[in-house]
């Protein structure tokens, strides 16, 4: 069982290096050639993945939303605006207020997905962007999780009792709940997040993904262009209408 966790550890590594790399990608393509883009990271912890997720961006002004005060504080000792409050309350910015919006492993946490969206929506520009980025309920490692009468491995930390039920191979196994934020509450899959994010009016532009469990990096990155719906993380590009 450990070399199992170690191996699935290793892997769940470069799957998150590569949605990263799509988040930065992105990021530069919507900087480029402009000046004074404001963006805000919706549930930025202590902004060091804000960080890499911005990695040799310039011209961008970064906000931060992130309810840990601890972390918050530790997010601006990186340079990062970061402000206190909750992704699925009201936000305390003005409409229309940034360019491009991250959401990366927050939506799963949260108890009001719709307040959430409906305020990324209005806090965004007209033509802005908005890049999201969850673990997928159909990926195939869930799929053989729950036909074993398991819970799916994102799903093992919704009690702040242990990060790890449900499921013996859970990647969390031992671990102790750092903050209530932290626990997980839905998920998705590809195709209901993408009607997810239509009903607030976003225009999906891309929708793919990284990792396929429990296959390794190389193999992943080529079957996942062809069935992203069973990625272990989903990654979507969509936009505010003009």
């Known amino acids: 069982m450990g070399i199992f966790r170690h191996y699935i550890g290793t ?10 790399r799509l988040f930065n990608r992105h990021l530069h393509e919507l900087e480029n050639g402009r000046t004074g883009l404001t963006m805000l990271d919706i549930g930025c912890f202590d902004g060091s993945n804000t960080l890499r997720l911005t990695e040799g961006m310039k011209n961008t002004t970064v906000y931060g939303l992130e309810v840990v005060p601890e972390r918050v504080e530790e997010a601006r ?18 409409d ?10 927050v939506i799963e946490h949260l108890n009001n997905q719709d307040l959430s969206l409906s305020e990324t929506y209005r806090v965004l520009k007209p033509g802005g962007a908005f890049l999201l980025c969850t673990a997928n309920l159909s990926s195939w490692h869930n799929v053989g999780a729950l036909a074993l009468g398991w819970q799916p491995f994102p799903m093992t930390n919704f009690t702040e009792r242990d990060a790890a039920i449900g499921n013996p191979f859970a990647f969390h196994c031992g671990e102790a709940v750092q903050h209530i934020s932290m626990l997980h509450t839905r998920l998705y899959t590809l195709r209901a997040l993408q009607d997810l994010l239509r009903l607030y009016d976003f225009q999906i532009e891309l929708a793919t993904g990284t990792g396929y469990y429990p296959l390794p990096t190389r193999l992943a990155q080529t079957l996942a ?3 992203p719906n069973h990625c272990a993380f989903q990654y979507i590009r969509a936009s505010k209408k003009k």
């Not at 000792?77 to 003005?94: C, M, N, S, W, Y």
């Open 11 to 20: 892997i769940q590594q470069e799957a998150e290096r590569d949605y990263r």
């Open 77 to 94: 000792q990186r340079g990062i605006l970061a402000r206190v409050g909750k992704a699925d309350t009201v936000f305390p910015f003005e």
């Open 225 to 227: 262009k062809f069935d």
């Open 96 to 105: 229309g207020e940034f360019d491009v919006i991250t959401s990366n492993q």
